[in-house]
């Protein structure tokens, strides 16, 4: 396995989910207002005149979402494969890495740094709310559950990697 090329698609990874991410909420900041503390979706719903409602998923919805797992199932495969995997345990390894790597850099960079101290991207009528956007460890809860999902998910690939190549 190389590590100067698995260091090089982490970055490469990070700073283009980093530019779609920071885009989609430079265009539309309500984009993802389910995934901030719930003291933000409250003021943010109540200055805007608007109830709180879970969207149900159309059939469009769970086709795209689909589809984005199918792209990023070969995509994460085809990185491990690009990085030197050869067997199972090392395409595990480094996808599991990936998903690491992409969880950290959204919490901690996206969600600490950018979207805390950018009010540009705060969901209108919560511009003022600092202490609630600083709010590090509601972020960290939020990922946490996620450890073992990237668990299956890597060894999912990690079949698909060895299967393929």
């Known amino acids: 396995m190389s590590i100067s090329v ?3 698609e982490c970055v490469v990874m990070c700073a283009v989910f980093g530019v779609f991410v920071f885009g989609m909420m430079l265009v539309n900041p309500v984009s993802f207002v389910g995934d901030y503390p719930p003291e933000i979706q409250a003021q943010y719903y109540s200055s805007q005149h608007k109830e709180a409602v879970k969207e149900r998923m159309t059939f469009l919805t769970i086709l795209r979402k689909g589809i984005a ?3 990023f199932l070969f995509l994460f495969a085809w990185m491990a494969h690009i990085a030197g995997a050869k067997t199972f345990a090392d395409g595990l390894l480094l996808v599991y ?3 690491l790597v ?6 901690c960079f996206l969600d600490w740094v950018l979207f805390a101290n950018i009010k540009r991207v705060r969901l209108p009528g919560t511009e003022h709310m600092d202490r609630e956007y600083h709010q590090k460890w509601f972020h960290v809860k939020a990922m ?3 450890l073992p999902v990237f668990a299956v998910g890597g060894g999912i690939i990690s079949l698909v990697m060895t299967w393929l190549w």
């Open 144 to 146: 946490l559950p996620m």
């Open 6 to 8: 698995y260091v090089l």
């Open 97 to 99: 890495g990936y998903m």
């Open 102 to 107: 992409l969880a950290a850099f959204d919490t």
């Open 69 to 71: 797992v199918i792209a």
